[in-house]
């Protein structure tokens, strides 16, 4: 008598059930290749071989757009159940281990790679047993894997204005600062009202940045609008932007950490600059921790200190020429920002 579960066991692999999962999570064959680490045909090949065991199509791609089908979103739930079930028992292996052996899977938005390389490297230091995963992309691709529970621990710039079941934790400030080049002709003033940013161009993030959405909204509450001239997908693509002097941005004052010691960018000294943020990490509510992300949260309390600290080291030497400047004027009491002011 045939067994069609022993068919599949026979014949699915676990790597075309995670490919399938990332084409179903993130509806393009694209975008899961990228995600995948794999070429687009791999992909193709790796859903054609599952598609024939299973003996029904699992999509149907209308125009550009993947669907599944009622087999799809059957499998997409035998799927989830599937890897909760890896999951749950990779954790329990890690947490026998302890932290002599172990695991940890990192998610960021993008502004925090400028750091969670380091952080990861002192807690490896640390904990020199211990293994790492680190996953770059925008915010909205993070709450996507977060929704999906598809790594232990997640850093965010914010929290997100969607309601979401996760607990979320602020380590560090993450200020935002309106930076020019070094000879732009706000670099020596001192308390420039928002109002004359109107006049410059911008460079701003692409859609989907959780700084962009920030920084619009503040404008908006200004009642300003923004003179945009382009929008880049990086944040060293707006500082080259800048460096080219094709206009000025706000910024994470941690994407200027690596600036040299005579820098091309300065801060400019705007009225209610900078704008205030933190530093979160989060995870989806009810999840349970492995040991060695429990270890990684409690150790983010102590990078938040020294975080902060390489901020006033970055913020003095980018505000170092306007505030030596022989022919500027001192700024009135309190005009000047600081990046420890964390609110």
């Known amino acids: 008598m045939f067994d069609p579960m022993l068919n599949l066991a026979r014949h699915v692999s676990l790597r075309q059930l995670q490919v399938f999962e990332a084409i179903a999570r993130l509806k393009s064959f694209t975008k899961a290749a990228d995600e995948l680490y794999l070429t687009q045909p791999t992909v193709s090949t790796q859903i054609k071989r599952l598609t024939d065991v299973i003996g029904l199509p699992l999509f149907e791609q209308i125009g550009r757009q993947v669907y599944l089908t009622d087999a799809g979103r059957e499998l997409q739930t035998a799927v989830k159940d599937v890897f909760g079930v890896l999951d749950r028992f990779e954790m329990k292996v890690s947490d026998i281990k302890g932290l002599k052996q172990g695991y940890l899977r990192l998610c960021v938005i993008t502004t925090a790679k400028y750091f969670a390389p380091e952080v990861l490297g002192r807690f490896c230091q640390r904990h020199n047993g211990v293994d790492v995963s680190l996953k770059v992309t925008n915010r909205d691709s993070v709450l ?19 309601e979401l079941d996760m607990v979320t934790k602020a380590f560090a400030p993450n200020p935002l600062y309106v930076i020019a080049h070094r000879d732009h002709p706000l670099a020596g003033e001192f308390d420039i009202p928002m109002e004359r940013l109107t006049g410059e161009y911008f460079i701003m993030r692409e859609p989907g940045s959780g700084i962009r959405d920030y920084v619009l909204k503040t404008f908006e509450q200004a009642g300003l609008k923004p003179r945009v001239r382009m929008e880049l997908g990086s944040n060293e693509a707006i500082k080259h932007a800048i460096y080219g002097q094709l206009g000025i941005s706000i910024l994470s004052l941690h994407t200027l950490v690596q600036e040299g010691p005579e820098p091309q960018l300065t801060i400019l000294d705007v009225r209610g600059f900078p704008l205030q943020r933190q530093w979160y990490v989060a995870y989806p509510k009810g999840k349970e921790l492995s040991v060695v992300a429990s270890a990684f949260l409690a150790f983010l309390d102590e990078e938040g200190e020294q975080l902060s600290k390489q901020l006033e080291t970055t913020y003095h030497r980018l505000a170092a020429r306007r505030e030596v400047g022989a022919d500027s004027p001192e700024p009135r009491s309190g005009a000047r920002p600081r990046p420890a002011d964390t609110g």
């Open 144 to 162: 996507e894997r977060l929704i999906s529970n598809k790594d232990d621990l997640y850093i965010l710039g914010q929290n997100p204005e969607r």
